[in-house]
């Protein structure tokens, strides 16, 4: 990994000639991403959003921290104990240096020794589950990191609007595997990272994934094609 997202919010935070990142998937052409938009403060950030960080409490694991936006917000307005947690080194460098407490740099995989009462998955959380193959793998470490009462908040997009309607106003899907299980490649500054596997989910495979390992699900929010839902254990 070379790490281009990491680079960029470092790049920003020094304020060392950031450029917008670019984003594309198996589906979609290219798309620019304003750095500072990993840098937003809460009042920036959109409904799906500030309702996860409301319904937040207690010990809280931030996956996918990024810039750390939700973790500062977590921790200096509503002083909760937050753990955020990036695979990228850079992001969680500057996590740290922003101010929060306590940053690991880890895949959720290899993460382990403690418990919380809400974990946090948002800016498309579903996406760290790559595909249906290994959605288990990643909830079943997603319900040996909860505590008995706790809380998972995730959210995705359906992304079926993305297809093109057919003849009959039907929507053509291409055959091979499920459609919201893309290939997403980072861009930045002329390099490009090797695709990864990202995954969006409409809530009612969500749904079958989570009570198929041990949760029940709400959805708590909707907001056009995105939802926030919220995992319990049974």
């Given at each position: 990994m070379k790490d281009l997202m990491g680079k960029a919010i470092w790049d920003y935070y020094y304020n060392e000639d950031p450029k917008d990142l670019q984003t594309e998937t198996s589906i979609s052409e290219l798309d620019e991403l304003p750095v500072d938009?990993?840098?937003?403060?809460?009042?920036e950030m959109n409904t799906i959003e500030r309702k996860a960080l409301q319904l937040s409490q207690g010990r809280v694991l931030d996956i996918g921290a990024g810039a750390g936006s939700h973790s500062?917000?977590?921790?200096?307005?509503?002083?909760?104990?937050?753990?955020?947690?990036?695979?990228?080194?850079?992001?969680?460098?500057?996590?740290?240096?922003?101010?929060?407490?306590?940053s690991v740099c880890k895949d959720i995989l290899h993460y382990s020794g403690e418990t919380f009462d809400t974990i946090l998955l948002l800016m498309n959380g579903t996406g760290i589950f790559q595909s249906l193959h290994v959605i288990d793998i990643y909830l079943q470490k997603l319900y040996s990191l909860l505590n008995q009462n706790g809380q998972v908040l995730i959210d995705s997009t359906d992304i079926l609007y993305m297809f093109d309607e057919d003849e009959d106003g039907g929507v053509y899907i291409p055959a091979e595997g499920y459609y919201g299980e893309l290939d997403y490649i980072v861009h930045y500054k002329g390099e490009s990272e090797e695709p990864i596997k990202w995954l969006y989910l409409d809530f009612n495979t969500l749904k079958n994934a989570v009570e198929n390992n041990g949760f029940t699900i709400q959805k708590v929010l909707q907001e056009g094609d995105s939802y926030l839902a919220r995992l319990k254990k049974k």
């Open positions: 938009y990993l840098f937003r403060d809460s009042k500062l917000y977590l921790q200096n307005e509503k002083k909760l104990d937050v753990i955020a947690l990036d695979i990228s080194p850079k992001s969680i460098e500057i996590c740290s240096l922003r101010g929060v407490k306590n």
